[in-house]
Protein backbone atom coordinates (compact mmCIF):
# COMPACT_ATOMS: atom_id res chain seq x y z
CA UNK A 1 0.00 0.00 0.00
CA UNK A 2 1.21 3.46 -0.89
CA UNK A 3 2.01 5.94 1.25
CA UNK A 4 -0.86 8.72 1.45
CA UNK A 5 -0.22 12.33 -0.11
CA UNK A 6 -0.86 15.63 1.79
CA UNK A 7 -0.76 19.37 -0.07
CA UNK A 8 0.21 22.25 2.26
CA UNK A 9 -0.56 25.77 1.34
CA UNK A 10 1.50 27.70 3.43
CA UNK A 11 1.67 31.48 3.96
CA UNK A 12 4.69 33.07 2.98
CA UNK A 13 4.51 34.98 6.04
CA UNK A 14 4.65 31.42 7.93
CA UNK A 15 6.84 29.46 5.96
CA UNK A 16 10.30 29.72 7.93
CA UNK A 17 8.64 29.43 11.60
CA UNK A 18 9.99 26.69 13.63
CA UNK A 19 6.31 25.32 14.41
CA UNK A 20 5.73 25.05 10.59
CA UNK A 21 8.38 23.32 10.18
CA UNK A 22 7.82 21.36 13.35
CA UNK A 23 4.75 20.56 11.82
CA UNK A 24 5.75 19.76 8.54
CA UNK A 25 8.29 17.22 9.41
CA UNK A 26 5.62 15.36 11.77
CA UNK A 27 3.29 14.83 8.43
CA UNK A 28 6.39 13.69 6.77
CA UNK A 29 6.09 10.85 8.57
CA UNK A 30 2.61 9.38 7.16
CA UNK A 31 2.22 11.22 4.04
CA UNK A 32 4.03 12.56 0.96
CA UNK A 33 4.03 15.80 1.30
CA UNK A 34 3.60 18.28 -1.14
CA UNK A 35 4.25 22.35 0.04
CA UNK A 36 2.96 25.41 -1.98
CA UNK A 37 4.35 28.63 -0.20
CA UNK A 38 2.87 32.02 -1.19
CA UNK A 39 4.23 34.95 -0.72
CA UNK A 40 1.71 38.20 -0.83
CA UNK A 41 3.05 40.29 1.60
CA UNK A 42 6.01 39.95 0.34
CA UNK A 43 4.91 40.93 -2.99
CA UNK A 44 2.97 43.81 -1.66
CA UNK A 45 5.76 45.01 -0.07
CA UNK A 46 8.25 44.96 -2.98
CA UNK A 47 5.46 46.38 -5.49
CA UNK A 48 4.74 49.26 -3.49
CA UNK A 49 8.83 49.95 -2.63
CA UNK A 50 9.07 50.16 -7.07
CA UNK A 51 6.03 51.99 -7.72
CA UNK A 52 4.00 49.45 -9.17
CA UNK A 53 0.38 50.22 -9.38
CA UNK A 54 -1.48 47.21 -8.15
CA UNK A 55 -5.24 46.26 -9.17
CA UNK A 56 -7.88 45.48 -6.36
CA UNK A 57 -6.87 41.63 -5.78
CA UNK A 58 -9.88 39.37 -7.41
CA UNK A 59 -11.41 36.03 -6.49
CA UNK A 60 -8.48 34.56 -7.97
CA UNK A 61 -5.63 36.79 -7.03
CA UNK A 62 -3.65 39.07 -8.11
CA UNK A 63 -3.75 40.40 -11.74
CA UNK A 64 -0.73 41.64 -12.95
CA UNK A 65 -0.33 43.63 -16.39
CA UNK A 66 2.62 42.71 -17.90
CA UNK A 67 5.41 40.02 -18.03
CA UNK A 68 8.08 42.13 -16.27
CA UNK A 69 5.19 42.02 -12.62
CA UNK A 70 4.47 38.71 -13.35
CA UNK A 71 8.41 37.80 -12.93
CA UNK A 72 8.98 39.81 -10.00
CA UNK A 73 6.30 38.37 -8.53
CA UNK A 74 7.48 35.12 -9.34
CA UNK A 75 10.74 36.11 -8.38
CA UNK A 76 9.75 36.48 -4.86
CA UNK A 77 7.88 33.06 -4.36
CA UNK A 78 10.87 31.42 -5.92
CA UNK A 79 13.12 32.66 -3.84
CA UNK A 80 10.58 31.33 -0.66
CA UNK A 81 10.67 28.24 -2.43
CA UNK A 82 14.40 28.01 -2.45
CA UNK A 83 14.73 28.91 1.65
CA UNK A 84 12.02 26.78 2.39
CA UNK A 85 13.49 23.99 0.51
CA UNK A 86 17.32 24.56 2.30
CA UNK A 87 15.58 24.69 5.80
CA UNK A 88 13.56 21.23 5.03
CA UNK A 89 17.22 19.98 3.81
CA UNK A 90 19.26 20.88 6.59
CA UNK A 91 16.81 19.22 8.69
CA UNK A 92 16.36 15.99 6.49
CA UNK A 93 12.59 16.50 6.20
CA UNK A 94 11.34 15.05 3.26
CA UNK A 95 8.85 17.47 1.11
CA UNK A 96 8.58 18.83 -2.26
CA UNK A 97 8.38 22.66 -2.62
CA UNK A 98 6.45 24.02 -5.37
CA UNK A 99 4.68 27.78 -6.12
CA UNK A 100 1.23 29.36 -7.14
CA UNK A 101 2.78 29.99 -10.93
CA UNK A 102 2.15 28.11 -13.98
CA UNK A 103 3.89 28.38 -16.88
CA UNK A 104 1.54 27.49 -20.04
CA UNK A 105 2.96 28.05 -23.37
CA UNK A 106 5.21 30.51 -21.73
CA UNK A 107 2.57 32.32 -20.44
CA UNK A 108 2.94 33.02 -16.62
CA UNK A 109 -0.21 32.37 -14.22
CA UNK A 110 -0.23 33.23 -11.22
CA UNK A 111 -2.87 31.47 -9.11
CA UNK A 112 -4.20 32.32 -5.85
CA UNK A 113 -2.78 30.04 -3.64
CA UNK A 114 -6.78 29.50 -2.34
CA UNK A 115 -7.77 28.71 -5.65
CA UNK A 116 -4.49 26.65 -5.95
CA UNK A 117 -5.72 24.30 -3.13
CA UNK A 118 -8.54 23.76 -4.91
CA UNK A 119 -7.42 22.83 -8.17
CA UNK A 120 -5.23 19.99 -6.81
CA UNK A 121 -7.98 18.87 -3.64
CA UNK A 122 -9.14 15.86 -5.87
CA UNK A 123 -5.64 14.43 -6.45
CA UNK A 124 -4.62 14.47 -2.19
CA UNK A 125 -5.54 12.32 0.38
CA UNK A 126 -5.64 15.27 2.89
CA UNK A 127 -4.80 19.01 2.70
CA UNK A 128 -3.95 21.96 4.69
CA UNK A 129 -3.96 25.79 4.65
CA UNK A 130 -1.40 26.85 7.52
CA UNK A 131 -2.30 30.80 7.62
CA UNK A 132 -1.69 33.40 10.68
CA UNK A 133 -4.25 33.94 13.37
CA UNK A 134 -6.12 36.91 11.87
CA UNK A 135 -7.01 34.97 9.03
CA UNK A 136 -8.31 31.93 10.46
CA UNK A 137 -11.90 32.35 10.60
CA UNK A 138 -11.60 33.66 7.27
CA UNK A 139 -10.18 30.74 5.45
CA UNK A 140 -12.31 28.33 7.65
CA UNK A 141 -15.49 29.74 6.55
CA UNK A 142 -13.91 29.72 2.51
CA UNK A 143 -12.79 26.03 2.78
CA UNK A 144 -15.80 25.12 5.13
CA UNK A 145 -17.56 22.97 2.14
CA UNK A 146 -14.40 21.10 1.47
CA UNK A 147 -13.85 18.49 4.34
CA UNK A 148 -10.39 17.22 3.11
CA UNK A 149 -9.39 21.01 4.09
CA UNK A 150 -7.82 21.46 7.61
CA UNK A 151 -7.59 24.59 8.80
CA UNK A 152 -3.98 25.51 10.80
CA UNK A 153 -2.74 29.12 12.36
CA UNK A 154 0.01 29.44 13.80
CA UNK A 155 2.00 32.01 15.69
Known amino acids: MSRKSAFVKVSGDLY ?31 FEKKGIKQKPHGPLGRELDNFEDKQKARDILEKNQVELQDILAKKRIPAT ?8 GTVLCHVNGDQFLITVYLGYDVLFVVTTHDRLEQKKKHFAHLPKIKVIALK
Open 16 to 46: KSKEFIEKIAELSQKYFVVICVGGGTQINKI
Open 97 to 104: VIIPVLDI
